[in-house]
């Protein structure tokens, strides 16, 4: 298993969030995970992806192999897990262009190669760019600054594209974007998907879904997977909201 | 005339009086009879006030006694240099082709050759000299553009200083290469160090200068600059200021500059190490539609402390004025930034920006920052600003989420808020080396050397950081 997260506890500021959430995905798989607001889906990209702050106060993530917790945020992402930003952040001074050989040699180094040679780094820019149709000179400018909210998120897949993670967790990417953006980011998703690699993507919309089809979709209540089922379950919800789910949780929780 | 110091233990201020009043003759033996005539006027007013001290106003946030308390050798002659003179003043910055003056230990060092006129007519050279072959002019600019009353170590200067570099651009003359003073203290023992520069720029004229001021080995020194600017009409002048002494050190540099009508200057005040330093800029605004960029960015760590005090006088109408220091601040450093804007009540029509930035990256580092705004013109468009922060958290969480290191990711943040003031340097190949330079100090690899600071380290080999910063 390329992921498995065993009775997962996360706090923040000492306030549980996650409250025991057990997940496991397959190389291959994409898993899509819903639920309403504030129940604890970014919270557990946090935990996922090694953000400070979140308290890890039970449980188990394995990636590869390894109990990934405690593990620095920079040796996760050179083991192969990337975030795709809810909120990505503005970095005002540096550039795309250098974050990025900065980045994609950080996990050269980590994985014993080479740094990139430039040309082959600037050819890989401009293909990945392309992928993710950014037509603007983006990459000279700095990190998110000034970008639009679509152009935050095409970002973000521009940069999942250059680093090709094993592991690649969309926080509602596709909030905020139009529909043919929207396709971009499908796009960049399903170029990358192969039977080496997995998916999370958290979403709100089944529209997504259509684009980038789920092997698993997931209820997310409660700091809890509170329901799991195939593609359809994602239009189940679409079309009845999350009433009966909260119904079906309480009743099963008071047993 | 002996050349051995006071050897009694009296205070640094007793024994400057003291010598004054004993070697008066020796100390103005070259000077022109206004500037002998000034120093009596400096004295006395030395004499009434002394070194500043926490009980000044002015000084309230610099603990400059911890400096003048010290004791000191002063010397009315130069001394013989300890090491080898050409190895410790080369400055090779590639494609940077400077006219180098070297000043060592406060006296100008080519002492055959004091003055020298450049083809085009630019003159450079020691001041001492310059008074002899430029009297009218020296005694036209001199002690006129800065205000020898202003505090104690101005007075003081103006009272004793011997030595001192004098640049002259003509009307007309745009000089092409920069001017770059290399100032260094190399002794092996405690030095008050004081020097004088004077720089005239005549109309239409054009000249950058670097100064540096470097010391070389772990003694403590206390230097006293005083350097005194005319900016003819549409002139245009750079003055780029690079600070890299020991921590043991102090540094005070007061820098008047008179601009007149259309004229425009930049300084860029780049301070990368020092014990305690404190850099007066007074800027006149004297005639309309000039502009001047007062710029500076400080990088101190351990215990050291800065203190920039920034006066803009806006006297004529249609000026502007862009005045931004950004900082770093590490351990228990300390900085103040202190921006006067002066507004006369002629002065319509007047533009002044002030920025101050910093990042603080430790809780036990300080910064006190305060803008001081008088504003007597009613058509006036003026803004200031302050900031103070850490680094920002979410950014560092997102460049390690993309694989970067804590420590390349706090780099890359560093440098980006520096840049915006590096980013102003216009000659490139100095801007290429300062660039190095920050990233060395960022990196916490950049030290007192045995150099010129802009050579220091290793020079032949170009610096890298494991980030290609030239794609910024
Ligand atoms: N830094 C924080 N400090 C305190 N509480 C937090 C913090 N971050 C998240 N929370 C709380 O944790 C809960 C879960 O938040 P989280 O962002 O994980 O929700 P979400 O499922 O991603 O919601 P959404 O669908 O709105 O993005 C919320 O109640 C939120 O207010
Ligand atoms: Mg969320």
């Known amino acids: ?255 | 005339m002996n050349n051995n110091p006071l050897v009694e233990e009296i205070s640094l201020d007793e024994m400057l009086v003291r010598h004054f009043e004993t070697h008066f003759d020796f100390i103005s033996s070259n000077d022109i009879p206004s500037v002998s005539a000034l120093r009596k006027v400096a004295m006395k007013q030395f004499l009434t006030t002394g070194f500043p001290s926490g009980s000044d106003e002015k000084w309230r946030n610099t603990e400059i006694e911890a400096l003048t308390e010290e004791h000191f050798n002063y010397y009315l002659e130069p001394n013989e240099p300890e090491r080898d003179i050409e190895d410790m003043f080369r400055c090779e910055v590639h494609n940077f082709d400077t006219e180098i003056i070297s000043m060592l230990n406060g006296w100008y060092l080519n002492s055959n050759d004091r003055i020298t006129i450049l083809p085009n007519g630019v003159v450079y050279g020691s001041l001492r000299q310059a008074m002899k072959q430029f009297p009218e002019l020296v005694e036209k600019y001199y002690g006129k553009i800065g205000d020898i009353t202003s505090n104690g170590f101005v007075s003081i200067n103006t009272a004793m200083v011997q030595d001192g570099v004098f640049v002259y651009v003509p009307d007309g003359v745009e000089a092409e290469k920069t001017i770059q003073i290399i100032k260094m203290i190399d002794r092996r023992e405690s030095l008050f160090v004081q020097s004088r520069n004077l720089i005239i720029l005549g109309k239409n004229s054009k000249l950058s200068l670097m100064h540096c001021d470097d010391s070389i080995n772990h003694f403590i020194s206390l230097i006293n600059t005083v350097s005194e600017v005319y900016v003819g009409e549409n002139a245009h002048f750079e003055l780029y200021k690079l600070q890299n002494l020991n921590n043991q050190s102090g540094l005070v540099n007061s820098t008047f500059i008179q601009q007149e009508a259309n004229s425009t200057i930049k300084t860029n005040t780049l301070t990368f190490n020092c014990g305690m330093i404190r850099n007066n800029i007074n800027v006149d605004l004297q005639g309309e539609n000039s502009h001047a960029d007062v710029l500076g960015l400080y990088l101190m760590d351990k215990k050291q402390h800065i203190d920039n005090q920034i006066y803009i006088n806006h006297n004529a109408p249609h000026c502007s004025s862009n005045e931004k220091f950004k900082g770093i601040l590490d351990d228990e450093a300390s900085a103040v930034f202190n921006g006067y804007i002066h507004v006369a009540r002629n002065a319509q029509k007047t533009n002044a920006y002030q920025n101050n930035n910093n990042i603080l990256l430790k809780p036990t580092a300080t910064i006190n920052t305060m803008p001081f705004l008088e504003i007597y013109a009613d058509d006036v468009k003026c803004s200031h600003g302050a900031t103070v922060g850490q680094l920002d958290q979410e950014a560092m969480f997102y460049l390690r989420s993309r694989g970067i290191s804590s420590g390349n990711a706090r780099l890359l943040l560093m440098y980006a808020f520096a840049a915006d003031i590096i980013n102003q340097i216009s000659i490139e190949p100095l801007r290429q080396r300062i660039d190095d330079m920050v990233k060395k100090r960022l990196r916490g690899e950049l030290s007192v050397c045995e150099k010129c600071v802009l050579h220091c380290g290793m020079p032949e080999k170009e610096y890298h950081f494991d980030i290609d910063m030239s794609k910024l």
């Open chain 1, 1 to 255: 298993m390329l992921l498995n997260i065993k009775s997962l506890h996360v706090a923040i500021n000492g306030k549980e969030i996650i409250k025991g959430l057990n997940l496991g995905v397959n190389q291959g798989e994409v898993h899509a995970i819903m639920g309403p607001n504030g129940t604890g889906k970014s919270t557990l990209a946090a935990a996922i992806t090694g953000r400070e702050g979140y308290e890890i106060t039970q449980g188990e993530i394995w990636f590869k192999g390894r109990n990934i917790i405690g593990m620095p945020a920079e040796e996760r992402a050179n083991e192969g897990i990337f975030l795709s930003f809810q909120y990505p952040v503005e970095i005002p001074g540096v550039s795309m262009t250098n974050f990025m050989r900065t980045a994609l040699n950080a996990q050269r180094e980590y994985r014993g190669l080479p740094s990139i040679p430039a040309g082959e780094f600037l050819k890989m820019m401009e293909e990945k760019k392309n992928l993710v149709e950014i037509h603007s000179k983006l990459t000279n400018r700095s990190v998110n600054e000034g970008f639009s909210g679509g152009e935050k998120k095409k970002n973000e897949i521009f940069q999942m594209a250059m680093l090709q993670p094993s592991l690649a967790i969309l926080d509602e990417t596709d909030s905020g974007l139009d529909i043919d953006a929207l396709k971009v980011v499908a796009k960049g998703v399903n170029e990358l998907r192969s039977n080496d690699n997995a998916f999370i993507v958290i979403t709100h919309y089944q529209r997504l879904l259509d684009f980038i089809v789920p092997d698993f979709v997931h209820v997310l209540y409660d700091g809890k997977i509170v329901k799991s089922g195939g593609k359809n379950l994602a239009l189940e919800l679409e079309e009845k909201g999350y009433e009966w789910i909260k119904e079906q949780y309480q009743a099963t929780s008071e047993l």
